[in-house]
């Protein structure tokens, strides 16, 4: 079984950074594909970016990318989203999530077994 923690949200204004965090337990960390989501109030939970077990595949949503990056720290059993140049669409409750079975997608929120509670973002403009 994996729990899920993350920390690091905020309220940030748009241009900012943000770095959010999400701490694992569990022995199946380091061999699991890593994603995180997020849902806006009314909007349904949409894929931010995800991250293969070594780290060395990352994935974005074109919404996000050149601007978050996804890293990871096996040994910390940590994920991490750095998330730059922000913007008040971004602010939504973001979700760390493992997905334990390898299933091969990375993008549905159903090929993740394990979530975290979440961590409120706000963007103000």
């Known amino acids: 079984q994996v729990q899920l923690v993350e920390s690091g949200g905020g309220l940030v204004q748009a241009g900012g950074s943000l770095r959010l965090s999400c701490a694992a337990s569990g022995r199946t960390f380091s061999t699991s594909v890593m994603g995180w989501f997020r849902q806006a109030p009314g909007k349904e939970r949409e894929f931010v970016a995800a991250?293969?077990?070594?780290?060395?595949?990352?994935y974005y949503a074109d919404s996000v990318k050149g601007r978050f990056t996804i890293s990871r720290d096996n040994a910390k059993n940590t994920v991490y989203l750095q998330m730059n140049s922000l913007k008040p669409e971004d602010t939504a409750v973001y979700y760390c999530a493992a997905d334990t079975l390898s299933g091969g997608g990375y993008s549905g929120p159903d090929e993740y077994d394990y979530w975290g509670q979440g961590t409120q973002v706000t963007v103000s403009s």
């Open positions: 991250i293969s077990w070594s780290g060395v595949i990352t």
